[in-house]
């Protein structure tokens, strides 16, 4: 199929070949790769052949099906993935990535707690688009909870970015120059807001390891209670 005419920005440019020779098919490997762990450019294909679709080369309705069933899909499988070697995995190596089980036990309650949206945004950060399928599998979230999130994370993400690519069209390299800025915006704040996260758990652990210690008791030293007797030393009265 033909390219658009409309020069190309950035990684759509270099994308335009694969998109070319593959159409649907390129779509389908390289979003289902995105989202089970392997950084390749899914997120990026997506943009793209919503912006030939915009331009009459590709059905819009087609690609936002065929990547949402995708993203899905490899999402799940990345679940999978942590579900069934997540655990034996940490437990072997986690020591060397300071993943302690102490560690793991907290990153279970949190999953237990907001796993779902946790699912849900992941899809639109780099990194945890990739990863997050595979940490709900291993911190053991349920198949019937992670399931629903995984599919509505995966056509939200779809229909934000294949809209986006779509309605860019001609205008996609000035649209795409500001979406890149903004997106980097978005990363920054994301990561202000899990650092603030992070040092609010470690002032409530401090809090209540503080509270632990002044409401404790002195330890016993094996004397056993002072009721003022002296102790029995055999020499008493037979």
Known sequence: MPAPTTPLPGA???????????????VALLVLLDNCGIPVPGQTILVLASVYAGTGHL???AVLLIAACAAALGNG?????GRTGGRAFVHRWGRYVLL???RMERADGFFERHGGKVVVVARFVDVLRQTNGIIAGTTGMPWRRF??????????????????????????????RTAIRYQVWFAIGLG????????RQVLRYRRRRHE????????D?????????APDDGTGPD
């Not at 995984?150 to 309605?167: E, Q, S």
């Not at 632990?212 to 330890?219: E, K, L, N, S, V």
């Not at 030293?221 to 007797?229: A, L, M």
């Open 221 to 229: 030293d094996g004397t056993g209670p002072d009721d003022g007797t």
């Open 59 to 61: 059905s819009f309705a």
């Open 100 to 102: 302690t089980p102490a």
């Open 12 to 26: 759509l440019a270099g994308l335009a070949p694969l998109l070319d020779h593959y159409g649907y098919l390129a």
């Open 147 to 176: 399931l629903p999130f995984n599919v509505l994370g995966a056509v939200l993400w779809t229909g934000v970015w294949g809209t986006f690519g779509y309605l860019a069209g001609a205008n996609i390299g000035t649209v795409y």
């Open 77 to 81: 499988l990345g679940y999978l993935i």
């Open 212 to 219: 632990d210690a002044g409401t404790g008791t002195a330890p």
């Open 192 to 199: 202000v807001l899990v650092a603030a996260f992070l040092l």
